[in-house]
C-alpha cells in the first residue's frame, strides 16, 4: 500500500466507505479502503437490521428520499438473495395513534407508488379481528384495525462485509484496523493519507489522488485532522435495541407500531430470540461505545408492554443489546427523530470530499453520487472519461446465484449437500444464508476439519471461523462474534459456551503474545456479560 499510488482513498469501513469503494473499483479506478476498528464497527452493524424503504419519511414529506430508498431496496434484494428476505410486518391502527385507517392506506399507497413495489407485496388492510388473528397478543381495548406490508431483514454486518469482498474481487485493497491520523498535502492540497496500524502501532504513508472521508459518526473527526476550525458537520443521535428469548415474546411476524409518546418501534423475530428498537436521542458522549442506560432499557420495554400487555416483560429478560448512532447532518432546532436521514456531499478547500448522512438501504446510491463526482473532477483534470456506474445489476459476493427467485433452488441443493456432510437442517440452513453462493469455500473448509482427530471447538463454529479468517479478515474473537456471525446477539449461548477455546485456537491460529491473548479475553468476558447488556457498559 505505502509504495503504490492509488486514484482514491476511503476513509471508513462502513456501508458507506464499502458502496463507494466497489463503485470506484467497479469503474475502473486503484481503490485503499482503510477503516481504524473492523469492517461495520460502527454504525453498520448496529441498525436495526432491515433493508426498508423509509415508511415514515412520508410524515416528513421527504418523497425523493423514500423514492430512492424504496426502488435501492429490490435492488439490495436481488444483488445479496442470501442476506435480504422479505418479510411481512403488521402495523397495528389504534385510537389516537398517529395513522388511523385512512391515512395508513394512504401512505401505503402512495409509498408503494414512489418505490415501486411490486404486486405480490403490496400491502393489505386488516380490520380487528383479521389483526388480531395475525397478532394474538396485541392490547385490544384501543385496537382498530391493521395493515400488513413487506419489508427486508437483513444483517447489516454481513452485508457490508459483502460488499467489501465484491470490492476487493474488483481490485480494491481494504484493511481493517488501519487508523488515519493525519494527511499529506502538496502545495495546499491533500495528496494522501498517514494510517497507524492498530495492533503494532507502525505507521505508513499512503498517496491517492482524492480522498473520501466516509467515517460515520467520525466524519466530524476526520474533517478536524484537514482543518481544525471546520464547522461540525453531524448531529448524531443514538439508538439502541434489545434482544429477548422468542418464548417470552412469541410473535407470529414482525411489528412495527406507535409509542405512547407518538414514535414507532420495531418488533422483529429472528433465530428463536426477538428483538426491539429503536430509541433515538441526541447523543454526546464516547463515538466508539455508546452507552445504554437503564432509562433506554426501560423506555423499550414501557412500549413492548403497553402494547403487547400479557408478555410482562422485564429487564431480567434482555439478554443481549446494541447500542448505534447515526451520522446525521446538522439541523439545529430540529428533534432527533425530526431530522432528515438524507446524505450530502461536502467538500473542503484543500480537496477532502466528505459525505454524510443516508441510510443503510441506500449505500449503493451515496456511492454513486460521490463517483460520479470523482470522475467529473477526472474528466475536467486529466481529460479521461470514467465509465458510469455498473453495481445495480451487480451480484454481491454470496450473491451470485441469478437473483432471489433462483435463490431458492440453489437453498435446496445445497442444503441437501450440507446435510451429506452430517450437517442438521438448522445447521444447513444457517450456513446457506449466512454464505451465500461462498458456501463451497465453507464446505471445503468443513471436509478438511473433518478429517483431523480432534477440535476444540464445534465443527460448523470451527469452519466458521477458519472461514471469516482466511476470506473476511476476521483480527479477534468480537470481529467473530458479533459481526461475522452475529452470536453475540442472537446466540448468547454459544457464546458463552465456547468463547475461551475459541480465543485459544484462535491465538494459535493468528499467532498472538500473550498480551494480546489477554486483551482479546477481557474484552471477551465484557461483551458477554448479561448484566452489562454485552455490547456497551450499562449505567443504572
Not at 444464508?433 to 476439519?449: A, H, P, T, W
Not at 442472537?490 to 500473550?514: A, Q, S
Request: hydrophobic residues 40%; aromatic residues 8%; neutral net charge.
Amino acid at each position: 500500500m505505502s509504495s503504490s499510488s492509488f486514484d482514491l482513498i476511503v476513509i471508513g469501513g462502513g456501508i458507506t466507505g464499502a458502496g463507494i469503494a466497489l463503485d470506484a473499483s467497479a469503474r475502473g479506478m486503484k481503490v485503499v479502503l482503510i477503516e481504524m476498528q473492523d469492517f461495520a464497527a460502527g454504525t453498520s452493524s448496529r441498525s436495526t437490521k432491515l433493508i426498508h424503504g423509509g415508511l415514515r419519511y412520508l410524515k416528513q414529506l421527504e418523497f425523493k428520499l423514500v423514492a430512492e430508498v424504496g426502488k435501492e431496496r429490490a435492488i439490495v434484494h436481488h444483488n445479496a438473495p442470501h442476506l435480504t428476505k422479505p418479510e411481512h410486518l403488521l402495523l397495528p391502527i389504534v385510537e389516537d395513534g398517529s395513522l388511523t385507517k385512512f391515512t395508513a392506506r394512504l401512505g401505503m399507497t402512495i409509498y408503494e407508488f414512489l418505490a415501486g413495489v411490486k404486486k405480490e407485496e403490496k400491502h393489505i388492510v386488516l380490520n380487528r379481528e383479521e389483526t388480531i388473528a395475525a397478532e394474538p397478543l396485541l392490547r385490544r381495548d384501543n385496537l382498530l384495525g391493521g395493515v400488513l406490508f413487506y419489508e427486508y431483514r437483513t444483517d447489516d454486518a454481513r452485508l457490508t462485509i459483502e460488499v467489501i469482498k465484491e470490492a476487493v474481487s474488483k481490485g480494491t485493497t481494504a484493511v481493517n484496523y488501519m487508523k488515519a491520523v493525519s494527511f499529506i498535502y502538496t502545495d495546499g492540497k491533500i495528496a494522501g493519507v498517514k494510517a497507524c496500524d492498530q495492533f503494532d502501532g507502525k505507521t505508513i504513508e499512503l498517496r491517492s489522488k482524492y480522498i473520501v472521508n466516509a467515517a460515520g459518526p467520525w466524519v466530524d473527526d476526520i474533517d478536524t485532522l484537514d482543518k481544525p476550525e471546520n464547522q461540525k458537520k453531524l448531529h448524531i443521535t443514538k439508538g439502541i435495541h434489545i434482544v429477548v428469548n422468542g418464548m417470552k415474546l412469541p410473535l407470529k411476524q414482525s411489528s412495527y407500531f406507535d409509542t405512547f409518546d407518538k414514535r414507532m418501534i420495531f418488533i422483529i423475530p429472528r433465530e428463536g430470540k426477538t428483538y426491539i428498537g429503536t430509541t433515538d436521542t441526541f447523543y454526546s458522549g464516547d463515538i466508539a461505545n455508546p452507552q445504554i442506560t437503564s432509562e433506554d432499557v426501560t423506555y423499550l420495554l414501557k412500549c413492548v408492554n403497553d402494547v403487547f400487555p400479557t408478555v410482562h416483560l422485564s429487564s431480567s429478560d434482555v439478554e443481549s443489546s446494541w447500542a448505534g448512532l447515526r451520522p446525521l447532518i446538522q439541523k439545529p432546532g430540529k428533534g432527533p427523530s425530526e431530522i432528515s436521514r438524507k446524505d450530502e456531499i461536502f467538500e473542503s478547500a484543500s480537496g477532502l470530499i466528505t459525505i454524510a448522512g443516508g441510510k443503510l438501504t441506500g449505500y449503493r446510491k451515496m456511492a454513486q453520487r460521490i463517483v460520479d463526482l470523482i470522475g467529473k473532477k477526472i474528466k475536467l483534470i486529466e481529460g479521461k472519461n470514467i465509465p458510469a456506474c455498473t453495481t445495480e445489476n451487480m451480484e454481491l459476493s454470496g450473491g451470485k446465484v441469478g437473483g432471489p427467485i433462483k435463490f431458492t433452488d440453489f437453498f435446496k441443493n445445497k442444503t441437501i449437500q450440507a446435510k451429506n456432510l452430517g450437517l442438521t437442517a438448522a445447521e444447513a440452513d444457517m450456513l446457506v444464508n449466512r454464505y451465500g453462493s461462498n458456501i463451497d469455500d465453507l464446505f471445503n473448509i468443513i471436509e478438511k476439519l473433518k478429517k483431523q482427530e480432534h477440535i476444540p471447538i464445534p465443527l460448523v463454529l470451527c469452519a466458521q471461523l477458519h472461514y471469516c479468517i482466511e476470506h473476511e479478515m476476521c483480527s479477534t474473537p468480537s470481529d467473530f462474534f458479533i459481526r461475522r456471525t452475529g452470536a453475540l446477539y442472537f446466540d448468547i449461548e454459544t457464546v458463552k459456551m465456547w468463547e475461551t477455546p475459541l480465543l485459544l485456537y484462535m491465538k494459535n491460529i493468528m499467532g498472538w503474545d500473550d498480551i494480546l491473548t489477554a486483551k482479546f479475553d477481557a474484552e471477551l468476558q465484557n461483551l458477554s456479560k448479561a448484566d452489562l447488556f454485552n455490547n456497551s457498559s450499562v449505567i443504572f
